[in-house]
């Protein structure tokens, strides 16, 4: 067995691709990001500091520090920076909901806030920030919002976290790095 190289490190940050899960051992054989990883990061116990689904991907970070990692993720911790694409044009009606906040299968979904980043043809590109997560947070937000020229439901095409707290994401996809001292305080 390998040692952990990570000296004093207490965190990683991985840039998951999509289609991978975040699961040490996953029931259906599909890809988890411990592929990603150098073997130690499974041997070591290093745990995901909260998820992002199969279809998402982004910044995750890694931790043994389980008080480490409960402070990052609790309601009101770190916020979230997320890019996301929508399929459906998102007006300032829908911003104003969506941090207002809906109800989904007996739950509040809200974002701490929402602007938007662009866009092409029928699609909105936005930028979402949450401060807290539940399970498909963002996906179902904007799926429980009907695009007010089809009366479709809004539908999240693409979302990647770009940021927790003051750290950006820098890595490129599939590829990971340890934190430093100064990341650390990055995410008060």
Not at 72 to 98: D, F, N, S
Not at 127 to 132: F, S
Request: include cysteine.
């Amino acid at each position: 067995m390998n040692p952990s190289p990570a000296g004093n490190a207490k965190l990683f940050m991985l840039n998951k691709p999509k289609g991978y899960v975040v699961t040490r051992s996953d029931e259906k054989d599909r890809k988890t990001v411990y592929a990603l990883l150098p073997e130690w990061a499974y041997q070591d116990n290093w745990k995901p500091v909260g998820r992002l689904d199969l279809d998402s991907k982004g910044l995750l970070l890694f931790t043994k520090n389980d008080k480490l990692a409960d402070s990052i993720m609790k309601p009101g911790g770190c916020r979230k920076t997320y890019e996301v694409w929508v399929r459906g044009l998102v007006t300032p009606a829908h911003i104003k909901q969506a941090v207002k906040g809906v109800e989904n299968s007996g739950e509040v979904l809200k974002a701490f806030s929402v602007s938007i980043a662009g866009g092409a043809g029928h699609k909105t590109k936005l930028e979402v920030v949450l401060d807290e997560g539940k399970n498909r947070h963002i996906r179902r937000l904007f799926g429980s919002l009907k695009d007010a020229k089809f009366g479709t439901a809004l539908k999240v095409l693409e979302l990647k976290r770009i940021r927790i707290g003051g750290l950006n994401l820098d890595v490129e996809s599939g590829k990971w790095r340890f934190l430093t001292q100064d990341d650390e305080l990055l995410l008060v």
